[in-house]
Structure formats: C-alpha cells, structure tokens
C-alpha cells in the first residue's frame, strides 16, 4: 500500500513539474511590445535595422550565456 502512495506522489509531483517547465518556457511579452525573437545569422540585419532606427532613445542588447 505505501508503493501504491509512493508511486502517485511521485507522478503528481513529475506533472507539477512538467507542467511548471512548460509554463515558463511560454514567451510572453507586453503589451505593445514587438515579439521575441531568435538571433540567428539570417535576422541579423533586421537586428541591426531596428537598432539603429530610433536613436533618440537608450538601447541594450542583453546576450545572456547558460554557461
């Protein structure tokens, strides 16, 4: 009988788990705020496009390492 409850804990907290990782690997951005996007080779220039358009305000790019 303790398996039995062993076992269902364990599969309630592997779906919280789950569940948790694939909420927060949802992208959300603000409203008014353009999508993300992946910086690849190919979007690049478009980077570079948008960077430089509006000079008048503070720009950062942030290029976070899992390292």
């Known amino acids: 009988m ?3 409850r062993r076992s269902a804990g364990a599969i309630v907290l592997l779906l919280l788990l789950c569940g948790g990782a694939w909420y927060l690997s949802q992208p959300e951005v603000p409203a008014g705020q353009p999508p ?21 305000h503070v720009r950062i790019i942030v290029l976070p390492s899992p390292t």
């Not at 993300?36 to 008048?56: G, K, P």
């Open 2 to 4: 303790i398996s039995l």
């Open 36 to 56: 993300l996007v992946t910086l690849d080779t190919a979007s690049f220039a478009s980077l570079r496009e948008a960077f430089n358009r509006d000079v008048t």
